[in-house]
């Protein structure tokens, strides 16, 4: 039976999970998983958080050639982390390593953006929640750069190492939607974007981009020297890897919120059609694009990003922590003790969370959380507060009937978030499946080379079929939710 390869690059780990599809079934098997995270590197007076893309590429192309060795392939799909970019000299090759969404080069940049291009037209056109390291602004960051003058292609990080591996270019649009510089109602590069960009910024925007692809395109065949992988179809996925975790969900109605829960927390709903609406932009909702013509409304919330980066500073510090025996401990604490809003933009850049954690209680008038495990429940307690907001924000602005949430990523592993996800919300939360975007990588090029069929619907009974969920029934009162939120 022949093998489907997902590459799945994630913020704080990337894999490589085989699948084959047989009797309506997926059967999944993870062949590489690799270190991911920001990389601090100090030159010309300033440390810039790059990425190790050259360090994810070997291990693609070592999970592509395991997969390969586990019967013949049948096709390849890569996806990302959206906005960052590599870019491409005359000669094709790699201009330095790409700078990471957490750098602070963006500062004020949205600010400067808005002069030329005001915030409620910006909107109009691509759609987008204001996030300071939209390529739209990580572009007018670095314009003027010795690197960018040098440049002749930019290619999002799935583009870029689909490059690597075919010799062909492309600009994935589920990914391209995340940049700022795509039309969201035309599907097509915003000729408005493209303009600010030159006219104002002096960035040559249009000689840059590649040609957009829908996802389910196949790309071009992976090239000689892959072994085995060899000749097996790249196809364009949803290579957003929201956008792939979002066909993994394994809704059985389409009146589901959906919640992408790893290093980020994507919550939101599937619609037909962009709401560019007053409130949702006030609401800083954002419209990207999804597989099959769908738009993801969804608020981009902070994620497991405070929790994993408090484990970092704990362990710096020589404390010798456990996520599973943390999580034990925090479960047994009372609820809502101290809150924190994880969209605070403090949270973003790396260094020490607790730290940072404790000041916001502080200002706040909150206690600060007394040891690790307090800590813990504090973050979990605040992002259960934060889906709770967004869930209903998106019913609300969607015009949707809510009635079910779906915890996909790797935060559909951790009991204690999606208890107290069901019961902020105040709905049933169905967990799992943890590697959804790996699954909707999978599914969408398997369809692609005729391995699946079907719409959406039907891809999503696969899911359904093939994988074990656990759901959630909501607890305990709403009022105590909505105190804690008048907290922060
Ligand atoms: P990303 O794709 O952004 O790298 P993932 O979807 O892989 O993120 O999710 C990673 C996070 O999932 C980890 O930081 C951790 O908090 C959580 N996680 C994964 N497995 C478990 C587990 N068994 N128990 C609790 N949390 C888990
Ligand atoms: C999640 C994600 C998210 C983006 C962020 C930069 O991994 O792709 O959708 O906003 O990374």
């Known amino acids: 039976m022949s093998v489907h390869a997902a590459v799945d690059l994630g913020a704080s780990s990337g894999r490589v999970i085989a699948g084959r599809i047989a009797h309506g079934r997926l059967r999944t098997e993870e062949v590489a998983r690799f270190a991911n995270g920001p990389v601090p590197v100090p030159a010309a007076g300033r440390t810039t958080l790059h990425w190790d893309v050259l360090s994810l590429y070997a291990g693609a192309v070592e999970g592509l050639r395991r997969a390969a060795g586990t019967g013949g392939l049948a096709s390849a799909g890569v996806d990302s982390w959206a906005v960052d970019y590599g870019l491409l000299d005359a000669d094709g090759a790699l201009l330095g390593a790409p700078v990471h969404y957490r750098d602070p080069r963006t500062d004020g940049v949205p600010a400067r953006v808005f002069g030329h291009w005001p915030a409620d037209r910006m909107y109009a056109v691509n759609g987008l929640q204001v996030q300071p390291f939209n390529t739209v602004f990580q572009l007018a960051a670095e314009a003027g750069s010795a690197r960018l003058a040098a440049a002749r292609d930019l290619l999002l990080v799935p583009d870029l190492l689909g490059y690597w591996l075919t010799g062909a270019k492309a600009a994935e649009l ?115 694009l999804g597989v099959d013509g769908t738009v993801r409304h969804l608020r981009n919330v902070s994620g497991l990003w405070l929790l994993q980066e408090s484990l970092r500073t704990w362990r710096e510090r020589g404390r010798r922590v456990d996520l599973a025996d943390l ?19 403090r949270f973003l850049p790396p ?138």
């Not at 609820?335 to 809003?341: G, M, N, P, Y």
């Open 174 to 288: 589920t990914n391209a939607s995340t940049t700022g510089l795509v039309d969201v109602r035309t599907r097509r590069w915003a000729p408005e974007a493209l303009d600010v960009l030159e006219e104002s910024f002096g960035v040559p925007a249009r000689g840059l981009l590649p040609d957009l692809v829908e996802p389910g395109t196949v790309v071009a065949p992976l090239r000689g020297g892959l072994g085995d992988a060899a000749g097996a179809p790249l196809v364009a996925v949803g290579s957003h890897d929201t956008a792939s975790a979002v066909v993994a969900v394994p809704a059985a109605t389409d009146r589901f919120a959906y919640i992408s829960s790893g290093t980020w927390s994507l919550v939101g709903v599937e619609l037909d059609a962009p709401v560019r609406t007053e409130a949702s932009r006030a609401a800083n909702f954002t419209n990207e």
């Open 327 to 345: 999580l034990e401990r925090a479960a047994r604490l009372p609820a809502l003790a101290c809150v924190v809003d994880v969209d605070d933009p």
């Open 351 to 488: 260094g020490d969370m607790p730290d940072r954690i404790a000041a916001f209680a502080a200002e706040t008038g909150q206690r600060p959380p007394g040891d690790e495990a307090g800590f813990t429940r504090c973050i979990l307690d605040s992002l259960a507060l934060a889906y709770r907001r967004a869930v209903h924000q998106a019913a609300e602005l969607g015009g949707k009937d809510v009635e079910v949430v779906h915890i996909v990523g790797g935060g559909a592993n951790n009991t204690l978030l999606c208890r107290l996800t069901a019961d902020a919300v105040g709905l049933p939360v169905v967990a799992g499946p943890a590697e959804g975007t790996a699954i909707g990588n999978l599914l969408v090029q398997a369809r692609a080379v005729g391995a699946a069929d079907g719409d959406l619907a039907a891809l999503r009974r696969i899911v359904a079929d093939s994988v074990q969920t656990v759901t959630y029934h909501p607890e305990g009162p709403q009022a105590p939710w909505a105190e804690a939120a008048r907290r922060i």
